[in-house]
């Protein structure tokens, strides 16, 4: 079966690839090349952390901002139309 064939022309593959890197190791240095790249993303994450929480924060801070500032107008107009009816001044809306 072609099956058979396939799956016996890989394992020769694969013990060949296997026999040919046997002697192939990792340079002295890479452990703690590793090891260095793991603590450079782990202080990236946290610092992405701080960025994102900020983030919000300052989304959250524009909201509350545009939202006192709405409040600030309408009660500042209030102030204006009732300070002009009880002087007898009232502007007419069309």
Same mark, same amino acid.
Not at 52 to 80: D, K, Q
């Given at each position: 079966?072609?099956?058979?064939?396939?799956? !016996? /022309?890989?394992?020769?593959? &694969?013990?060949?690839?296997?026999? $040919? +890197?046997?002697?192939?190791?990792? =340079?002295?240095? /890479?452990?703690?090349?590793?090891? =260095?790249? &793991?603590?450079?993303?782990?202080?990236?994450?946290?610092? =992405?952390?701080?960025?994102?929480?900020?983030? &919000?924060?300052?989304?959250?801070?524009?909201? &509350?901002?545009?939202? +006192?500032? !709405?409040?600030?107008? $309408? =009660?500042?107009?209030?102030?204006?139309?009732? +300070?002009?009816?009880?002087?007898?001044? $009232?502007?007419?809306?069309?």
């Amino acid at each position: 079966m072609v099956h058979d064939r396939d799956e !016996a /022309f890989i394992d020769e593959r &694969l013990a060949r690839i296997s026999k $040919e +890197t046997a002697s192939l190791r990792p =340079r002295p240095d /890479f452990r703690r090349r590793v090891q =260095r790249a &793991l603590d450079a993303e782990r202080e990236a994450d946290s610092r =992405r952390v701080f960025v994102r929480a900020g983030r &919000l924060v300052l989304a959250a801070a524009m909201v &509350l901002a545009i939202g +006192t500032l !709405a409040f600030a107008v $309408e =009660r500042n107009e209030a102030a204006n139309e009732a +300070t002009a009816i009880s002087y007898g001044v $009232e502007e007419l809306e069309w």
